[in-house]
Nanobody, 119 residues
């Protein structure tokens, strides 16, 4: 059984910063990618940032230059540093990991953490 446990959400004023973390635990043989998605009120879930096992990163255009994703390979943990936050960044942020624990390759999701940016 694999679990993704997120931490770091909260309430912040516009222009402020938050750092999210997501730790993967359980039977993990290889992690292909880890990333963050978000779902704002009345919106579809969207990719925010992702990092693959080779270290390449991908960002949504709306967060480029403000957010930075990083990964601690030894701890199976991914971080999202969010700077210059805007009210439109308000959403539930979900951690995602594509990994293998044996046979097969599967997607896992965290429980979500609320980020609220006040104007």
């Amino acid at each position: 059984q694999v679990q993704l446990v997120e931490a770091g959400g909260g309430l912040v004023q516009a222009g402020g910063s938050l750092r999210l973390s997501c730790a993967a635990s359980g039977r993990i043989l290889h992690i292909y990618s880890m990333g963050w998605y978000r779902q704002g009120p009345g919106k579809q879930r969207e990719l925010v940032a992702a990092i693959i096992s080779g270290g390449a990163t991908n960002y949504a255009n709306s967060v480029k230059g403000r957010f930075a994703i990083s990964r601690d390979y030894a701890k199976n943990t991914v971080y999202l540093q969010m700077n210059s936050l805007k009210p439109e960044d308000t959403a539930v942020y979900y951690c995602n990991a594509e990994l293998s624990g044996g046979a097969g390759r599967y997607n896992y999701w965290g429980q979500g953490t609320q980020v609220t940016v006040s104007s």
